[in-house]
């Protein structure tokens, strides 16, 4: 079967647009949850991800070749996963390849693979491009200097949270001057924080993959998922539109909901915002990843076939209408 064939769906529209689904969409925004923004424990230094090394030896060929024709949609335009990866590592490292910690060729598609499925791994490789060493003076890493000009990799230039934080704020400053008026130094800060931002994103694509939910904190979830302690993010996707119907039953709307991740809403009894806890958690999931489409939509209509759906898309879409698209 071809790529894009897997892609595809039935045409569900109509089917899936009952209240509940719109109602808990507001439930969940309403939680604080920003899908595809940066999270606020990764904006000081992304270390929320789980160690996904345990392999570390090279892709294959064969592998390679068959990722790097994925269809994706990035900026309005569908590419080859390969094309969207050149372009990526290009604006973080100034060419379409980088090195490993052994001094080994990476290409692009390598590079992103790394990221995505061994992050720990991917942090060695030197695929940040440094333009002028006052950039990491700025940064208090003074120590780290190579040459004028040189390569370094995430764990030299992000070696903890308080210099990803101070990163984070002289870009903001930055970015509120001119570029034109920008000197090399402020210049670099805000190519590193995009570069940082980027990769720190592509650590997060799949992290919903990595991450169990609390299933049993109430009886309502301990009878639909048989007395199980946890379950994946897509077990609970499956089972959303019971879900979330009966936390709208029992909350009777979305007035007086408490803003913020955690927050408690005062109409609802300590089960219902146990079950709402679930679901929030599962969209939380896929926060911060990169707004990459992978997945075209199922209409026919040639309007809405011009956006295609990320990985925080579909989690969203499934949490508001229990429907998880083989």
């Given amino acids: 079967m071809k790529l894009p064939q897997l892609f595809r769906a039935k045409n569900r529209a109509g089917s ?9 969409v507001f439930l969940l925004l309403a939680a604080g949850w920003t899908l595809g923004t940066l999270p606020r424990d990764a904006e000081a230094r992304d270390e929320s991800a789980p160690a996904t090394s345990a392999w570390s030896g090279r892709w294959s060929e064969e592998f390679l070749e068959l990722a790097a024709k994925i269809p994706v949609q990035s900026q309005g335009r569908v590419k080859p996963l390969h094309t969207w990866a050149n372009f990526a590592l290009l604006g973080t490292n100034g060419k379409r390849s980088c090195k490993d910690a052994d001094g080994n060729k990476l290409t692009a598609m390598e590079w992103w693979l790394d990221i995505v499925f061994r992050s720990d791994l991917a942090r ?4 940040f491009v440094i333009q002028d060493y006052e950039v990491l003076d700025a940064l208090d890493l003074t120590e780290a200097r ?3 000009r040189d390569y370094y990799s995430y764990n030299e230039v992000m070696p903890d949270a308080k210099t990803r934080r101070k990163l984070r704020s002289l870009a903001q400053r930055y970015h509120k001057v001119d570029a034109k008026e920008r000197s090399g130094v402020e210049d670099g800060i805000v190519s590193l924080d995009a570069a940082v931002s980027l990769f720190e994103g592509l650590t997060r694509q799949f992290h919903f993959a990595r991450v169990t939910l609390p299933v049993n904190s109430s009886k309502t979830l301990r009878e639909h998922f048989k007395g199980a302690k946890e379950a994946s993010v897509c077990d609970v996707l499956e089972k ?4 979330a119907a009966f936390v709208l039953k029992e909350g009777g709307g979305m007035e007086g909901h408490a803003a913020g991740h955690g927050a408690k809403d005062a109409n609802l009894s300590e089960d219902a915002q146990a079950v709402k806890d679930v679901l929030t958690a599962a969209v939380a999931s896929a926060q911060g990843s990169l707004s990459i489409g992978f997945f075209p939509p199922s209409s026919t209509d040639v309007e809405a076939l011009a956006q295609w759906f990320g990985v925080h898309d579909v989690i969203g879409i499934a949490a508001a209408n229990g429907l998880v698209d083989p």
């Avoid at 899936?16 to 808990?24: H, I, K, V």
């Avoid at 060695?124 to 695929?127: E, L, V």
């Fill in 16 to 24: 899936t647009r009952t209240a509940a689904a719109y109602a808990l």
């Fill in 240 to 243: 959303a539109s019971v879900l």
């Fill in 124 to 127: 060695t490789h030197s695929a």
């Fill in 146 to 148: 190579k040459k004028k």
